[in-house]
């Protein structure tokens, strides 16, 4: 009989017990206060008259003697609030439109009444029908058949939640959905999301890394240039080097420099080159290979403190310069100047020269007129979660060499009217 009373919570079990509660969560603050009333329930008044309690009851009362306490009921006019949240619960009625829809969705859909049709006259272990919706059973799992009318439409809801790949878009899908062919139509519309057009990067194989750079076959028409670094501060600040390389001599030119920007480039250049193609940056190697001396020379030489590089960067580009190229089998200075390069013998450099020298997928094609995407080349502050493509932008002009001129089609953002390249370029399905 008692373990039954137990089990009852009356509203004096409950006043109690919480009452008890709530003192011992602040027994430290209120064992040497005297508490004037208690303002939640009239448990503790009925407590105190009632003349059989059960055990945890009896146990209650006893922790509330050692303390000093006197019990005023608050009645429940003053408690409005309580009854209004936990005392009414509120009905929600929820409006399931995504079924009510894929039921009138399948009724007009031919194929899925022929499948209705049929189930009628004799029963399927792979179809089934439930409140006039058509179901599929497969791998353990009930998958609603979707009319082709909603195929797109519930693809691009689930995609939208997250803007997920066509595999995790595609595992979702099976979850609760049949649909035939699902893999190519998750594909077809995620091709087709303006969102992952301008914010994904471009995947697969890189583009066009065999299109050779064309050059004339004159000394100092073609430069190949590049920014080193940051190296070492040097007392006057310098912490890159500035590369220069004739494409025709292989005659090169060492600059330090102290900042890596557009203006130190010209300034070293006196602005010979005229034609420059900015954000769409190539080349062929040709300064990289002079970087890979470079660096391990640089090294050896400054090993006592790094910080003097700078003093044997002339020194270097002497060697370098009066050094045979493999490519021309002649000195770089000898192609620009037509005399070979008188010169002081420097042994340690050129053995460190020496030493250091001897050890894509297919372009996509684009048409005038075609939709595109092209990959933001502007870099600034605050751009890290901008989109990595702007567009669309339409193909005005077909250029040699995968280049071509492109315009802004609406309103968004990017230049009115640039000159991109294929591999900075996307399809603009949407």
């Known amino acids: 009989m008692e373990e039954k009373q137990n089990c009852i919570q009356t509203p004096v079990n409950k006043g109690t017990a919480q009452f008890c509660y709530k003192k011992q969560k602040m027994e430290s603050y209120i064992r040497l206060l005297h508490v004037e009333k208690d303002k939640y329930s009239r448990g503790k008044k009925r407590l105190c008259k009632k003349k059989e309690l059960i055990t945890r009851i009896v146990r ?33 009625v929820c409006n399931d439109t995504l079924t009510s829809k894929l039921k009138n969705a399948q009724e007009e859909d031919d194929n899925i009444q022929t499948l209705k049709s049929l189930l009628e006259k004799q029963e399927s272990e792979e179809f089934f029908e439930r ?37 995790k878009t595609e595992e979702i899908m099976k979850q609760e959905f049949f649909i035939p062919n699902l893999s190519n139509v998750v594909k077809k519309v995620i091709i087709n999301c303006v969102p992952c057009i301008l914010a994904n990067k471009k995947t697969g194989k890189k583009e066009g890394f065999l ?38 001599t292989k005659f090169t030119w060492l600059y330090p420099v102290k900042t890596v920007s557009a203006e130190s480039a010209l300034e ?14 190539r080349g062929n190697g040709q300064v990289e290979r002079i970087h890979r001396t470079l660096i391990p020379v640089l090294t050896k030489l400054s090993l006592d403190d790094s910080t003097k590089w700078y003093k044997y960067v002339d020194r270097l580009q002497r060697i370098l310069n009066s050094t045979i190229s493999r490519s021309t089998k002649w000195t770089p200075f000898e192609l620009l100047v037509g005399i070979k390069m008188r010169n002081k013998e420097d042994i340690l450099i050129k053995d460190l020269l020496l030493e250091e020298m001897a050890r894509r997928k297919k372009t996509s094609s684009y048409k005038e007129g075609d939709l595109v995407a092209i990959q933001r080349t502007q870099f600034g502050a605050g751009l890290k979660l901008r989109p990595k493509f702007l ?36 399809h603009f399905y949407a």
């Open 60 to 92: 209650w009362a006893l922790q509330l003697e050692e303390f000093d306490y006197e019990i005023e009921h608050r009645a429940g006019s003053r408690m409005k609030h309580v009854d209004a949240l936990s005392r009414y619960p509120v009905r929600m």
């Open 211 to 248: 299109n050779p750079i064309s050059k004339e076959s004159i000394p100092l028409s073609t430069y190949h240039v590049d920014f080193i670094g940051p190296l070492p501060s040097t007392n006057k600040s310098y912490q890159h080097i500035f590369t220069v390389v004739d494409a025709f």
């Open 391 to 426: 567009g669309p932008y339409k193909v005005t002009k077909v250029n040699s060499k995968d280049r071509y001129e492109v315009e802004k089609v609406g309103q968004h953002d990017g230049p009115n009217s640039t000159t991109t390249s294929a591999d900075l370029m996307k």
């Open 268 to 281: 070293k250049l006196k602005q010979q080159q005229k034609t420059f193609a900015t954000g769409v940056p």
């Open 131 to 167: 409140n006039g919706i058509l179901y599929k059973y497969l791998n353990g799992r009930e998958l609603i058949v979707t009319p082709k009318a909603m195929q797109a439409e519930l693809i691009k809801l689930i995609h939208e939640n997250g803007h997920f790949s066509v595999g």
